[in-house]
């Protein structure tokens, strides 16, 4: 494929020495490995200063690490998964101090973008794309019959617009016989605790699923070995 920049070319000279700071909702997830290893190449090769702090998926946290990086007068923030609308407070004041304010992964434009409109950036993956992909997986494979149990962060926009495009994909193909039958929140800091004791009990109480679509893969960690204790892996598939 030949690529074509997105926009005309950036003097990213012009930037060497400002700190660029990244914040995680948690980085106990591999593909917050990943671009936490993009913005450090990234960083690198325009002559910035590079620096991560996880958010541990804890409010308290990531509020104490936001008060932080504003105190210290970095040059710009980049959240990753952390809903505007919980942290705007801090983005007003932010970009008071002079300080560049970008939202990565919280929703792509497409959907509206991030719920806070003052932000000077951002950028997210095509969830929607994906929850479509997880959604016609789920059909093919089932044939349309389908009984799921959707699970998703709190506070996080762009779950709420996956779960739409599942429950849409559903409808259009198979209304009589795919469902949502639930949606369960989960937490980052309850993931490894509550997951097996979920994957399990929702089996009980939900003889007929089929299916789980948890809107984060890692989570499928702790919910794989719990449905093989349960001897229910060859019922229960997970997209």
């Not at 926009?7 to 980085?27: F, H, R």
């Not at 002559?47 to 996880?54: C, E, P, Y």
């Not at 009589?176 to 929140?185: F, G, L, P, Q, S």
């Not at 800091?189 to 789980?212: C, F, G, I, K, Q």
């Amino acid at each position: 494929p030949k690529f074509v920049p997105p926009s005309p070319s950036v003097a990213a000279a012009k930037a060497a020495g400002k700190t660029i700071w990244w914040q995680a909702l948690t980085m106990n997830v591999p593909i917050e490995q990943e671009w936490w290893t993009g913005i450090q190449a990234a960083c690198a090769a325009a002559g910035l200063q590079a620096v991560n702090f996880d958010g541990k998926g804890q409010d308290s946290e990531i509020v104490r690490v936001l008060e932080q990086a504003i105190a210290q007068k970095v040059d710009c923030i980049i959240t990753d998964s952390i809903g505007s609308a919980t942290i705007a407070p801090f983005i007003a004041k932010a970009q008071s101090a002079g300080i560049k304010f970008i939202v990565a992964n919280e929703r792509n434009d497409a959907f509206g973008g991030p719920t806070v409109k003052s932000v000077d950036g951002d950028v997210a993956l095509n969830y929607a794309g994906a929850a479509k992909l997880e959604a016609d997986w789920v059909l093919a494979d089932s044939g349309g019959n389908a009984n799921v149990i959707v699970f998703k962060l709190p506070n996080a926009p762009a779950h709420d617009d996956m779960v739409s495009v599942i429950t849409q994909e559903f409808a259009k193909y198979a209304p009589n016989t795919a469902k949502i039958i639930a949606v369960e929140t989960v937490a980052v800091p309850d993931w490894a605790t509550r997951y097996p004791v979920l994957a399990r009990s929702l089996a009980t109480a939900h003889p007929e699923m089929n299916y789980m679509i948890p809107l984060v893969d890692f989570p499928s960690q702790y919910i794989v070995p719990a449905l093989h204790q349960a001897g229910l892996a060859n019922k229960i598939k997970i997209s």
